[in-house]
């Protein structure tokens, strides 16, 4: 390792804050320097507890994982936050009070606030957010909270490689209990019925409590039904509880390590496809792949054909061009 | 081309259903067969209207699909449907009334329904819908509608990849707006306001209409948005007249071959990223992969130093283990 990178990790270990910020930079535009600190972060990351935050649109994710952040701040942990969602005032979607109110987080030393709104044109989300968990978990932050919206796959699949999975819900939401239906809030320990001020928070409650009754999960976790109101913070400290006895829970499992395996697999496998299409792309020739897109367009020529063609080019073109390795 | 799959791929032209359910079955589990096909329905490809249906769970897209499809049906065209959605009746999330319902469409000879709801543990769901498309175009559909929930980053590709992308939203349903201020709404060329029976259409209606007038397309078009009753029926043939006047727009447009090349620049990178996973994951040697996982979660070896050597394996493992390449 170079001495400027064997620096830029110690600035990290010791949570510098600028130096945080370009790694996760360079990580996202995949820059191959990026690559090198990761592997000289990972042997210091892997004690964080990773709360995935996930729900609909508008059902108060980034202000539920903003209290949560500040409830963990409040016992003299060191938090990072990662929203993953197009939706999140976090990540663009502000407006101006959601804003002004997360600055209160983001100039507190100890909580670290990144967004992951946009991919870039190579995509790779998932594999990005694990690699800016790495980041944060190695710069010492002790819990790392991910919020994405809770219906698309990516994101599912970024929620469910938490430690521990979260779902908000609110009350009189008829999409919710089409959405359980379909499975997709099986993934969830802990479901959280927020806006629980409005009317119909306990027949929510009754809802999702009574289709949890219906399937016992193999790990033999009961997950737990809560309620809040993150606007006014009601209930956080119950969801704090909460995920701390999820946590002592796991480390006894010994499924909690199946769960593990599972998650790290996924992670490679994500992993590799992306520094796959990554390497492809750099290796093929400029212009290639536009002169590519002009044959397909007029069916000259089938994509199935060319993108065979551009695979061998790839694996022929050893050595040139890959980013991720040196 | 082997005399067999010649004579399967003229059953598909001939839009024989048998034929076509063995194609989307070959391509979806990745046989190799299914890819040498595809490159033969490919050039018979490419005069379907592809129309991207979106919106949350719980918006009526598969009531207003299936209106749509018979509306199509009656003027005599046939109709492909395809469902990427976890929480559509077509794919999954089904109650036995919606079942039902849809086989009034599924035995209709001019109809073929597929579903996408689950992806392998390969994933590329994108690109196996654009495979779908392909072979549902080849075999006669002048129309395919593509179901996505219009939330997560892969879904959203899905329905930005079709020729004209449909939105719905419902009444009094705030997290809409919120969708909206993300720009995640900009991607549709027509806006539906179901279940417009409801109190506050008028009112959704209107603010749709004001957002959109903030921003001119570089195209011109200007969105239009409809109000429908998907379980009567009503506003479906409204919709139809919306579809084909934007059909019209599109086919005078010269950006409209810019949007096209863009779509077939993302469905080729997107072939290519599956390809390369695929092959490479096919040619890394049985229990490589589990081995790897079991040193990265004992934090013996990081990650990227073990994708890297992946990647490096395949790149030597030249043409064995591929799936795509002959």
Sequence with gaps: MSDSLQTWAERIFAGDRRAIARAI?????????????????????????????TGSPGAGKSTLVEKLAGEYRRRGL????????????FSGGAILGDRIRMQALSTD?????????????LGGLASATHD?????DAAGCQVVLIETVGVGQDEVDIARHADVTVLLLVPGMGDDVQTFKAGVMEIADLYVINKADRPGADRAEQEVTAMLSLAARRDGWQPLVLKTVATTGEGVVSLRDALEQFR?????????RERQRAQC?????????QTLFENAVGALPGGMIEARVEDVLAHRRDPYSVVEEMVEDFRQARGKGSKRTP
């Design 78 to 89: 060191r938090v990072g936050i990662i929203a993953v969602d197009p939706t999140s005032p």
């Design 109 to 121: 030393g100890g909580t670290y606030i990144r967004s992951m709104a946009t991919r870039g044109h």
């Design 248 to 256: 002592v829970f796991g480390e006894q499992q010994a499924l909690r």
């Design 265 to 273: 697999r996924a992670w490679l496998l994500e992993l590799l496809r």
């Design 25 to 53: 930079s360079a990580v996202e535009s995949g820059e191959a320097a990026g690559n090198s600190l990761l592997k000289s972060l990972f042997p210091k990351s892997g004690s964080a507890y990773v709360i995935g935050v």
């Design 132 to 136: 800016v968990v790495t980041i944060l």
